[in-house]
Nanobody, 118 residues
Framework: QVQLVESGGGLVQPGGSLRLSCAASGSILSIRTMRWYRQAPGKQRELVAAITGGAETNYKDSVKGRFTISSDNAKNTVSLQMNGLKPEDTAVYYC????????????WGQGTQVTVSS
């Protein structure tokens, strides 16, 4: 059984920063890609950032230059440093990972709320 547990959400003023973290635990043989998604009220879930092999990254255009994704393969963790936050970044943020146990499976975290408001 694999679990993804997120932490670090909260309320922040526009222009502020937050750091989200996600830890994967369980019978993990390998992790291919770790991602952060977000879902705002009334909107579809969207990919924010992804990291593969601990090095190859890609970002949603609207967060480039403000958000940084990083991972620690030894600890099976992924983080999202969010700077210059805007009200439109308000959403529930979900960690996602493609993990090898007995086969490759996609797992989701429970989500953490990020609210950007003055």
């Amino acid at each position: 059984q694999v679990q993804l547990v997120e932490s670090g959400g909260g309320l922040v003023q526009p222009g502020g920063s937050l750091r989200l973290s996600c830890a994967a635990s369980g019978s993990i043989l390998s992790i291919r890609t770790m991602r952060w998604y977000r879902q705002a009220p009334g909107k579809q879930r969207e990919l924010v950032a992804a990291i593969t092999g601990g090095a190859e990254t890609n970002y949603k255009d609207s967060v480039k230059g403000r958000f940084t994704i990083s991972s620690d393969n030894a600890k099976n963790t992924v983080s999202l440093q969010m700077n210059g936050l805007k009200p439109e970044d308000t959403a529930v943020y979900y960690c996602h990972a493609t993990i090898l146990t007995t086969s490759w499976v996609d797992y989701w975290g429970q989500g953490t709320q990020v609210t950007v408001s003055s």
